[in-house]
Nanobody
Framework: QVQLVESGGGVVQAGGSLRLSCAAS????????MGWYRQAPGKQRELVAA???????TYARFVKGRFTISRDNDKNTVYLQMNSLKPEDTAVYYC?????????WGQGTQVTVSS
């Protein structure tokens, strides 16, 4: 049974930071690309950042330079460090195991940035 469990969301003021974590089980974590997505109310889910099993990370243009994705294969965990947060970053953030089908998704964690 695959489980992806996100944590670390919350309410933060504009300019602040949060670190999201996603603990994975039931997959061969070290061989899977992982991604963070977000969905704001009334909007489609969008890719925020992705990290392959090895190689170069990918960032959406709107977070480049502010967010950093990383992974710890020993802990089966992927992280998203979010700095210089803006009100428009407010969304539910989802962790996903991607790259090959099927994709697996976490339940999401709410991030709210107040102005």
């Amino acid at each position: 049974q695959v489980q992806l469990v996100e944590s670390g969301g919350g309410v933060v003021q504009a300019g602040g930071s949060l670190r999201l974590s996603c603990a994975a089980s039931g997959i061969i974590f070290s061989s899977r690309a992982m991604g963070w997505y977000r969905q704001a109310p009334g909007k489609q889910r969008e890719l925020v950042a992705a990290i392959p099993s090895s190689g170069t990370t990918t960032y959406a243009r709107f977070v480049k330079g502010r967010f950093t994705i990383s992974r710890d294969n020993d802990k089966n965990t992927v992280y998203l460090q979010m700095n210089s947060l803006k009100p428009e970053d407010t969304a539910v953030y989802y962790c996903a195991a991607i790259g090959v089908v099927p994709y697996y998704w976490g339940q999401g964690t709410q991030v709210t940035v107040s102005s």
